[in-house]
């Protein structure tokens, strides 16, 4: 099974980068469905070896779960948000997309690095699944501030969370149950409450870009 989550690890490594790389929200939404996927397996994949071993059907409730919000409701619901704004085509990315790459990349060699240099996580060997987890999550906190327009940020958001989500199933080897429930139920009221900030956003300021909301300072 290490194998397939190896396999797994890198997969959604690569899916960050992807994300970092596209341009249009449509293809933001779609890169995080496609995580999203990636997840929903990786939990299954946890959840069959935990019932066969154990006898305990927990992790697969929990993967039918994320399958229901993360990749089937979250982003119906993102994409009705995006369809419900007027659509601007507007730069959304601070910087060039090939320079945020490389940002990218350097963010997995610094999370290699401080976690070989940690003492107490690794026994000699380094535990690349949490590295490739972790790395995750700093790659969505980059793209969420390399990103100007709200959804996007949503995103950004999104793809942290999947990557704490991860990084505890690779630590863990799959969380309480109803912590695992209990993250995802925060996370779909986070993403209800901000696509109603979107909205007001967009009809407050005509536009999706939070750097509209200087103007609120007098």
Same mark, same amino acid.
């Given at each position: 099974?290490? /194998?397939?989550?190896?396999? @797994? +690890?890198?997969?959604? @490594?690569?899916?960050?980068?992807?994300?970092?790389? /596209?341009?249009?929200?449509?293809?933001?939404?779609?890169?995080?469905?496609?995580? +999203?996927?990636?997840?929903? @397996?990786?939990?299954?994949?946890?959840?069959?070896? +935990?019932?066969?071993?154990?006898?305990?059907?927990?992790?697969?409730?929990?993967?039918?779960?994320?399958?229901?919000?993360?990749?089937?409701?979250?982003?119906?619901?993102?994409?009705?948000?995006?369809?419900?704004?007027?659509?601007?085509?507007?730069?959304?990315?601070?910087?060039?997309?090939?320079?945020?790459?490389?940002?990218?990349?350097?963010?997995?060699?610094?999370?290699?690095? +401080?976690?070989?240099?940690?003492?107490?996580?690794?026994?000699?060997?380094?535990?690349?699944?949490?590295? /490739?987890?972790?790395? @995750?999550?700093?790659?969505?906190?980059?793209?969420?501030?390399?990103?100007?327009?709200?959804?996007?940020?949503?995103?950004?958001?999104?793809?942290?969370? /999947?990557?704490?989500?991860?990084?505890?199933?690779?630590?863990?080897?799959?969380?309480?149950?109803?912590?695992?429930?209990?993250?995802l139920m925060d996370i779909?009221?986070?993403?209800?409450?901000?696509?109603?900030?979107?909205?007001?956003?967009?009809?407050?300021?005509?536009?999706?870009?939070?750097?509209?909301?200087?103007?609120?300072?007098?």
């Amino acid at each position: 099974m290490s /194998n397939y989550l190896d396999a @797994l +690890s890198v997969l959604l @490594l690569t899916s960050a980068f992807i994300l970092m790389g /596209n341009k249009r929200i449509k293809s933001y939404i779609k890169t995080f469905r496609l995580q +999203s996927i990636l997840i929903a @397996l990786l939990t299954g994949i946890m959840g069959i070896n +935990s019932f066969y071993n154990d006898g305990n059907v927990d992790i697969l409730v929990v993967c039918m779960v994320v399958i229901g919000i993360k990749v089937v409701y979250i982003p119906f619901l993102l994409n009705k948000t995006y369809e419900n704004v007027a659509y601007r085509v507007e730069k959304d990315f601070l910087l060039n997309i090939p320079i945020l790459i490389i940002g990218c990349c350097f963010i997995v060699v610094f999370t290699y690095f +401080s976690l070989s240099a940690t003492t107490g996580i690794n026994t000699g060997t380094i535990n690349m699944q949490v590295v /490739n987890s972790i790395s @995750l999550i700093l790659i969505g906190l980059f793209f969420m501030i390399s990103r100007k327009k709200a959804i996007g940020q949503i995103v950004g958001f999104l793809v942290i969370e /999947n990557g704490i989500f991860v990084t505890a199933l690779f630590a863990t080897q799959g969380m309480p149950f109803i912590v695992d429930i209990g993250i995802l139920m925060d996370i779909l009221v986070a993403v209800i409450i901000m696509g109603i900030m979107v909205f007001r956003i967009d009809e407050k300021f005509e536009s999706t870009d939070i750097n509209k909301i200087k103007d609120l300072r007098g």
